[in-house]
């Protein structure tokens, strides 16, 4: 079945600092998700990716489609307490029609 | 709008009893999941309804059961719980399958001794 692999698993920066997830998957995707769990919390939507090399920026956050669309990438410029949480990636392809498959989710603290 | 609703918030079973979590949604979506989350193994999926009247499994099915009651119901049934089925329960819906955002409600957290 399709496996979403995603590193690292834990990230330990201090507030200011950059911060990057990434997201492989073993067969093509049709398109990627990103969610955001707080501590404690459900995970949140993020954004959608859907084309082939496609970037989207939210404030602070830059997130990239791979031109393969196997991969993705999660990138957050100096980073504050505020983003503290689980991010997870999420794709859909191959015969996993229907249903998105989760990778192990990157877990980032930020130190003030 | 309340999005979406689960009931119990946290629940402790003994090994070989049984219960049903419950997971509503307001929000007319077509399509509705149960996960479960583990520490270090992302979200899997147990069940999903792609639309009221159908269900189908997912990654993880063993050991569970599913009814889609109607449009904004979808509940999970644990019919002999085991101390495997330890973890966090997610139910979450989306207006159609996968290529539109999912809404997750804010999970129960289930531990079996």
């Known amino acids: 079945g399709q496996q979403v692999m995603q590193i690292p698993q834990y990230q330990h920066v201090q507030e200011g600092e950059d911060f990057t997830t990434y997201c492989n998957s073993s067969?093509?995707?049709?398109?990627i998700q990103w969610y955001k769990q707080r501590p404690g919390g459900h995970p949140v939507f993020l954004i959608q990716?859907?084309?082939?090399?496609e970037v989207k920026k939210q404030k602070r956050l830059t997130f990239q489609f791979g031109e393969a669309k196997k991969n993705s990438s999660l990138h957050i410029t100096a980073t504050q307490t505020t983003d503290v949480g689980t991010y997870f990636c999420?794709?859909?392809?191959?015969?996993?029609?229907?249903?998105?498959?989760f990778g192990q989710g990157t877990i980032l603290t930020v130190h003030p | 709008n309340a999005g979406v609703t689960q009931t119990p918030k946290f629940q402790v079973l003994k090994t070989g009893q049984s219960m049903t979590l419950q997971c509503a949604q307001d929000?007319?979506?077509?399509?509705m999941y149960w996960y479960r989350q583990d520490p270090g193994m992302g979200l899997r999926l147990i069940y999903y309804?792609?639309?009221?009247?159908?269900?189908d499994k997912g990654e993880v099915p063993n050991g569970y059961n599913v009814s889609r009651l109607n449009k904004r119901e979808f509940s999970l049934r644990l019919e002999s719980a085991a101390p495997s089925q330890t973890s966090v329960y997610f139910c979450?819906?989306?207006?159609?399958?996968?290529?539109?955002?999912?809404?997750f409600g804010p999970g129960t957290r289930l531990t079996v001794t």
């Open positions: 999420a794709g859909v392809g191959g015969t996993s029609y229907g249903k998105l498959t």
């Open positions: 990716l859907v084309k082939s090399g």
């Open positions: 309804s792609a639309s009221e009247g159908t269900t």
């Open positions: 979450a819906s989306t207006q159609g399958l996968a290529s539109y955002e999912q809404y």
């Open positions: 067969t093509t995707l049709s398109n």
């Open positions: 929000m007319n979506h077509n399509s």
